[in-house]
């Protein structure tokens, strides 16, 4: 490219020219972006002759300017997505060669550096113990890559000019329209994709030989384990509380429970997000903890026995005495019903 092969540095700035969708499509992987020099030519070119008497001969002077463009490639197809034409704000003098109009035409003369230039010397009719002519090389004087990367970061900064537009003409390129559609469908698709490994390390146990007490799906038996102890526990101690506290029952079973495996598969189902799990998880245990703490201290201490049973149990006895024991004075039954030792005379 014009004898342009140097790597050139690119700042925040310059990748900011693209638009917000296009840097997402390239950190996500579903396509590249890259910013890439084009077009490199010397232009206002003019000639002038090296010496008054040899006009075979001359410098060649002219502005470099060369394209810096944003692309994005997805799928084998490259988009343009910005552009600019840069045009140095002073001429360098970039060749010595023959003086030709083909050479003046030449906006990338690499193809005359080395060349042999033949001239006469001007015959005034005298004997002349010398050749008549003289040879020379065509040389370039400034070549682009030399003068690019002088200017690019330092000196006359041009890399700064491609974002304060100084020195440069912007090109307009046609919007892609569909590079939304895909970048939503791929972040989808990646979205999706995590869930599906994250959920399967929680509800599926590890492949053999790797350290069960590690992995999360251990981890997850441990909560359920816990979580079933405090309902068998509320269950045995404290079942007036259960049947008289709606939000306790649910706090144990359906949708809105603790966590536990069967809460986090429904989860899964309902395309609930992991990073959020803890959080639901934590706000689930608080709930629980302050309606638990709203019950009377005396319950919480000495258990509540629901009125159902205490009955049951009172009816029991009755019919125990009733039909089943052996008759015995009033006295004696009062006071076993009571939990006192019968007098005896």
Known sequence: MCEMSVELDA???LIGQFPDIYLIADQTRLGQIEICYDNIQWVNRRSEPVRA?????????GQLSFDLVGRYHENGETTNVFGSNFLSPREYHYLFAAATEE????SCP??????????RLINDGAVRVV????????????LPSQVISNNWSSKEEWRDSFVTGLNTTRYEYETDETIFDRVNQHLQTLYQSEQSVLYSALLRPRPSGDREEDSLFFQLGELSARKALVRTYLNLFYPQSLVDSEEIRGSLEGYSSLLDEGVLRRFRQSNIAVSSINDLGIARLERFQALW???PEVVRRSGSVATSVAHA???LNALYFEYF???RSTIEQEAEFNGFDAPRG
């Open 293 to 295: 703490n709203r019950q």
């Open 53 to 61: 008497d040899d006009p075979n001969v001359a410098n060649y002077f």
């Open 103 to 106: 050479v003046l035409a030449d």
């Open 131 to 142: 050749p008549d002519r003289l040879t020379y090389l065509a040389a370039a004087r400034s």
């Open 11 to 13: 700042t925040r700035a």
């Open 325 to 327: 024991a052996l008759p």
């Open 313 to 315: 149990i009172t009816r």
């Open 110 to 119: 690499t193809e005359w550096v080395g060349s042999r230039i033949v001239t």
